[in-house]
């Protein structure tokens, strides 16, 4: 099966604590992106790359770091940098750029206290 | 920079009425994307809108691109407790520097029987 795997589904960590959260495709897309997303509002993109070895901010980069080693890979480390870290967090790909359908994975909620 | 808003926020339907999620971006858009998220799931693409005017359908769905490629609409007819979920219309900016999509803020749709 052709698709996006996050893990883990759900996710506690203690305040103060950085956090990695996996995001693997195996569609063979070249370009990932991380989204956050909050109760009642829309996506909001963290980091993007559209090739390996390569990533940009989006509008809320601020407290997260990513990497991009392997195509197939984008984890996502919330740093206790972030204020406000507690949300779902979603990872999607696309063959190429943004123009293109986005393929989601099933999230990653995460619940810091 | 590029903000996307959708309306209404929620939307409380009986079966069998008809629903319309409207998107307006405050810059035009090159194409305009919409995803379904069910609850507790993830977003699923549905379409894409790429010339000016455009209307396209998917049997009960039917989806329209703005004159001016600045709004949007989706238009459920005849709505079915299938259709429950939040609807996200995703807008590709034209700004140079990069394309860049955003999402809306999403329009909640509940069914009752």
């Known amino acids: 099966d052709g698709g996006i795997t996050q893990s883990p589904k759900y996710l506690f960590r203690k305040e103060g604590q950085n956090v990695t959260l996996s995001c693997e495709q195996n569609l063979n897309h070249d370009a990932m992106y991380w989204y956050r997303q909050d109760p009642g509002q829309g996506l909001r993109l963290i980091y993007y790359s559209q090739i390996v070895n390569d990533f940009q901010k989006g509008d809320i980069a601020e407290g997260y770091s990513v990497s991009r080693e392997k195509k197939e890979s984008f984890p996502l480390t919330v740093t206790s940098a972030q204020k406000n870290p507690t949300a779902f967090y979603l990872c999607a790909s696309t063959p190429r750029g943004q123009g293109y359908e986005q393929y989601f994975g099933p999230g990653t909620r995460l619940t810091v206290t | 920079g590029q903000q996307v808003m959708q309306i209404p926020q929620y939307q409380h339907v009986q079966e069998g009425e008809d629903f319309t999620t409207y998107c307006n971006s405050s810059t035009t858009l090159s194409n305009i994307q919409w995803y379904k998220q069910r609850p507790g799931g993830h977003p699923v693409f549905l379409i894409q809108l790429v010339k000016s005017g455009e209307v396209k359908k998917q049997k009960r769905l039917t989806f329209q691109f703005g004159e001016a490629k600045k709004n949007s609409s989706l238009h459920i007819t005849a709505t079915q407790t299938t259709d429950v979920g939040t609807y996200f219309c995703?807008?590709?900016?034209?700004?140079?520097?990069?394309?860049?999509?955003?999402f809306g803020t999403g329009t909640q749709l509940k069914v009752e029987l």
């Open positions: 995703a807008g590709l900016g034209v700004t140079g520097g990069g394309n860049k999509l955003t």
